[in-house]
Nanobody, 124 residues
Framework: QVQLVESGGGLVQAGGSLRLSCAAS????????MGWFRQAPGKEREFVAG????????AYADSVKGRFTISRDNAKNTVYLEMNTLKPEDTAVYYC?????????????????WGQGTQVTVSS
């Protein structure tokens, strides 16, 4: 069982920045591919970013490329999402997720474990 706890969400003005964190339980964090997803009101949950087990490979949704950066610290069992130049359309609940079995960073919803989410609200 893997437990994921997100933090760092909040209210920010357009153009501002936030850094989300996701702390994972367990001693094998380095064996998980990690991802960030988001769900805006009335919309389906969508992939935002993902990072490979050792951090050497990343993937991003086109809508966040150049603005968001995913990183991980395996010594701290934590994955981060640095969000810059935020836009009102980035408003959503952000979830982190762990994939235990696949070889490359997945962009679909098939991750094995999910956190409870943290709200990000960007005002115009």
């Amino acid at each position: 069982q893997v437990q994921l706890v997100e933090s760092g969400g909040g209210l920010v003005q357009a153009g501002g920045s936030l850094r989300l964190s996701c702390a994972a339980s367990g001693r094998t964090f380095m064996s998980y591919i990690m991802g960030w997803f988001r769900q805006a009101p009335g919309k389906e949950r969508e992939f935002v970013a993902g990072i490979s087990r050792r951090g050497g490979s990343t993937a991003y949704a086109d809508s966040v490329k150049g603005r968001f950066t995913i990183s991980r610290d395996n010594a701290k069992n934590t994955v981060y999402l640095e969000m810059n130049t935020l836009k009102p359309e980035d408003t959503a609940v952000y979830y982190c997720a762990a994939d235990l079995t696949r070889r490359t960073v997945p962009t679909d919803q098939g991750y094995d474990y999910w956190g409870q989410g943290t709200q990000v609200t960007v005002s115009s």
